[in-house]
């Protein structure tokens, strides 16, 4: 049973691919940007095949003092930050409102292992949970605001939550890389380091090539 990687764009996928070194039990597919388009793609490739785990994998932001821009980040916890109601008293996720849950638990033993073996390599990597949103956080108070409403999160992508949803409906485990390119906040796209973030996605990528044969 071979190993499923979605990534939000083509850029993310090459990087993954040359960490992998074309690894003949991995395939590396472009998921499309956003949860939808994660979960759809994710769930179409899933039944095709089968396959033992899912990795949702590429770049994204990282919380100021939580994870730096160049270090990666393994989820512990995949959420839909903003699935839910915002009324004038504050925003209510789903699982508050009683209308489903917006949180994907890893298996701590996938986390540990991929962060052990990261860490073996040399690579700063973050543990916590990473939060899926449909609109990049551009703003200082929109930052301040999720990482209130999860407190310990380390990053923020637009593809996790969709991509584990769909691994979940099929019964295969999922895990959550991030190689972090921008700090989550005001939107200064100067400030991005876009391309290390896919070299450093590129060498976490070599490492989980090791870790899941």
Do not use: C
Request: glycine share 10%; charged share 20%.
């Amino acid at each position: 049973m071979r190993i499923l990687v979605m990534t939000a764009v083509a850029a993310e996928r090459e990087a993954v691919w040359r960490g992998l070194q074309g690894h003949p039990d991995y395939d590396v597919l472009v998921a499309g940007v956003g949860p939808v388009a994660a979960a759809v793609n994710t769930a179409k490739a899933l039944a095709t095949a089968e396959y033992r785990l899912v990795v949702s994998a590429g770049i994204g932001g990282g919380f100021p003092g939580q994870a730096e821009v160049g270090s990666l980040v393994v989820a512990s916890e995949i959420i839909a930050a903003d699935l839910g109601v915002q009324a004038p008293e504050g925003f209510s996720s789903l699982d508050e409102l009683d209308f489903g849950s917006t949180r994907i638990r890893v298996d701590a033993r996938l986390v540990s292992d991929v962060t052990e073996a990261l860490l073996a390599a040399r690579l700063p990597v973050k543990t916590g949970p990473v939060l899926t949103v449909s609109t990049v956080t551009g703003t200082a108070e929109s930052a301040t605001e999720l990482a209130a409403r999860v407190p310990g999160a380390v990053a923020e992508a637009m593809e996790g939550y969709g991509v584990a949803y769909a691994a979940r409906d099929h019964g295969v485990p999922v895990i959550e890389l991030r190689a972090i390119s921008n700090l989550v906040g005001p939107r200064e796209r100067t400030a991005w380091r876009i391309e290390e973030a896919l070299d450093v996605l590129e060498a976490a990528s070599a490492v989980l090539s090791g870790v899941f044969r």
